[in-house]
């Protein structure tokens, strides 16, 4: 009861019978809590908001099975590229290129297998190298990359699954696709719009995000990397 005495003696309107009783109560009712001086509420507010803090984390790890992403069929892009033993292959041209090879080098150090193939070079002979379980992953912001655009078509025709990250989802690219990431952004950071920056950014990040989601459904660890 030590508190409440000490509560009873700061505050002129907390009378000692209140105090004795939520003494054996143990219970702190809004008005209470009203009449005590305005520190200690403060810190008896922050107390209890701590502590239902907690009591939500401790629900949640208790109860996995209740989270609203429970029991729910991971996102088609990744669901597709985990799926089989095919590989992941990139592919795109200039920036989009660039960032491309990145994505593959990700996906590879993380427990997919990938690699890049240039459109120019597919075309010329290196289609070759692909299976009908691979995911291919092709990069156009507009969406109407003239050589990515040109080998299209024979990747259909191969059976491979197609996911392209655009821009512009009604593009040539995001219509022949068979799953559409967009990755428009409102402008780029180049003062002039002409240089890829903040689209490119974009891409990357998800890219980066598709790596992560794969790790999780591979159940890849530190081990493993």
Known sequence: ?????????????????????????RTFSHDT???????????????AGRSEYRNRRARRRAEPAQRPDAGKSPPRPC????????RVVVTGIGKSGLVGRKLAATF?????????????????????????????????????????????????SLGTSLIAMTGREDSTLGRLAD??????????????????TASTTAVLALGDALAVCLMQLKSFTEKDF
């Open 79 to 86: 669901a597709g590229a985990s799926g089989g033993t095919g």
């Open 179 to 196: 799953v559409t990431l967009h990755s428009g952004v409102p402008r780029e950071a180049c003062p002039h719009g002409l240089a890829p």
């Open 108 to 156: 590879s150090s993380t427990g997919t297998p990938a690699f890049f193939l240039h459109p120019v070079e597919g075309a010329h002979g290196d289609l070759g190298s692909l299976r009908k379980d691979d995911v291919i992953i092709a990069i156009s912001n507009s969406g109407e990359t003239a050589e990515l655009n040109a080998i299209l078509p024979a990747l259909k």
């Open 1 to 25: 009861c030590g508190p409440f005495f000490f509560y009873a003696s700061c505050s002129p309107s907390f009378s000692l019978v209140t105090a004795a009783r939520h003494a054996a109560s």
């Open 33 to 47: 809590i009203r009449t005590f001086p305005y520190r200690t509420r403060r810190a008896h507010q922050a107390r």
